[in-house]
């Protein structure tokens, strides 16, 4: 496990690189006077786009933009619709509402009062439950079907709708560097190849959950994409301060409602990311568990690269919140997937990696490999 020599990211993100320097993708992305970008030309191809979108309009909407009422998908309505002058169909594909916090039913509620048409799908909450309890038990991961679903529902959509045009926030291989998204320009059509995507839900077919429970977790064919000529686009890829600082910034001034919680008990230093849903924590610390990373080495990582704070700053912050997670929220999804506290825990242990991790004399788990 080695760090990148400008940052505090590891190299056991899946999909990662680093180069013979021992730099990370996302902060040699970031070196704009060694590689200066050419944001006219850039705004060349989104004109290029955003004429696509409106000439291929056929139901009143030039493009579909996937929210959940955060920063960045708030950042994102306004700027297609505010800068670009695009009329976007809003697409929230919600938890269920044991799950959904208040916070984050109240943000996408802010969202579309600002002027905004919104569709909201809410897939069966009973198989929605099942399938993160398989997803958790098998895989540490309880987020394997969610995140299928959520990034699916937009091209189900699309397609349905004939509306060929969407956008997405970042490229995560330019603003984390998994490289596995094929792609470190606009195109996003292969981000169903992402680490977090790929493989589908078939794995899941368990517990009484069979092919007709899976419509919202299987993401289009790229035949069906094809058919419908669709293209999906990474937006941050054209707006130069598209960072989570500034995203946050726009979205709070537009009336976002971020977390007060302490650090120590969410691992994030900001309070402004994941904000519909409380198991996200649990699922930091199962990435914290599994590569030695998790929300706050992303977040201090992009800090750095700003100039915000310094790398010396960075890795203490990382070593004193990342993957942290208070009991409180392990209880709540515990509760929630009903298994026991301890059976949660040798979930837990069975997913640590020992390649990364040792005990101490005092026997308490440490990283092997430190700044």
């Known amino acids: 496990m080695k760090y990148c020599k400008k940052c505090v990211q590891p190299d056991t993100r899946p999909g990662i690189k680093f180069d013979e320097d021992g730099v990370c993708p996302p902060c040699r992305f970031a070196e704009q006077s060694c590689n200066p970008i050419n944001w ?14 409106k000439k291929n309009n056929v ?34 594909c919600s938890y269920p509402p044991e799950q959904q916090t208040e916070r984050g039913a109240n943000n996408l509620a802010n969202l579309i009062s600002l002027g905004f048409d919104c569709i909201s799908v809410s897939p069966d909450p009973v198989t929605w439950k099942k399938m993160m309890r398989q997803g958790f038990l098998k895989f540490g991961n309880w987020c394997k079907s969610t995140e299928t679903a959520l990034y699916a529902s937009a091209p189900k959509f699309a397609i349905a709708y004939h509306i060929p045009l969407i956008f997405l926030g970042e490229n995560p291989a330019i603003a984390l560097g998994d490289l596995d998204v094929g792609s470190t320009t606009w195109e996003a059509n292969r981000m169903k190849y ?46 130069k301060d598209f960072t989570r600082f500034k995203n946050a910034e726009i979205a709070m001034n537009h009336g976002l409602i971020i977390r007060d919680d302490p650090p120590e008990d969410i691992g994030d230093t900001y309070g402004f990311e ?6 996200v924590v649990i699922n930091q610390m199962f990435k914290y568990l599994k590569f030695g990373f ?62 990364i991790w040792e005990k101490d004399a005092l026997g308490t788990w440490r990283l092997k490999y430190e700044f």
């Not at 933009?65 to 976007?88: C, F, H, M, N």
């Not at 994409?225 to 669709?230: D, H, P, Q, S």
């Not at 929630?336 to 979930?347: A, K, L, M």
Request: proline share 2%; aromatic share 12%.
């Open 40 to 53: 006219d030309e850039r705004k060349k191809i989104l004109d290029e786009i955003v004429e696509f979108g």
């Open 59 to 92: 139901s009143g909407y030039d493009c579909i933009i996937g929210v959940s009422g955060g920063k960045d998908s708030t950042r994102q309505a306004l700027y297609l619709r505010d800068e670009i002058g695009l009329k976007p169909l809003l697409i929230s």
């Open 194 to 239: 992402c680490h977090t995507l790929k493989g589908g839900p078939e794995a899941l077919l368990e517990d009484g959950i069979t092919e007709k429970n899976l419509f919202w977790y299987r993401y289009p064919l790229d035949e069906e994409l094809e058919w419908a000529k669709l293209r999906i686009v990474y937006l941050g890829y054209f707006i």
């Open 274 to 279: 994941a904000l519909d849903d409380d198991f």
């Open 294 to 355: 998790g929300k706050v080495t992303d977040q201090e990582s992009e800090a750095v690269r700003l100039g915000k704070i310094t790398r010396e700053e960075a890795m203490e912050r990382v070593k004193k919140y990342d993957g942290k997670c208070a009991t409180r929220y392990i209880k709540r999804f515990c509760e929630y997937i009903e298994i026991t506290e301890e059976e949660f825990w040798r979930v837990a242990e069975s997913f640590r990696n020992k390649d």
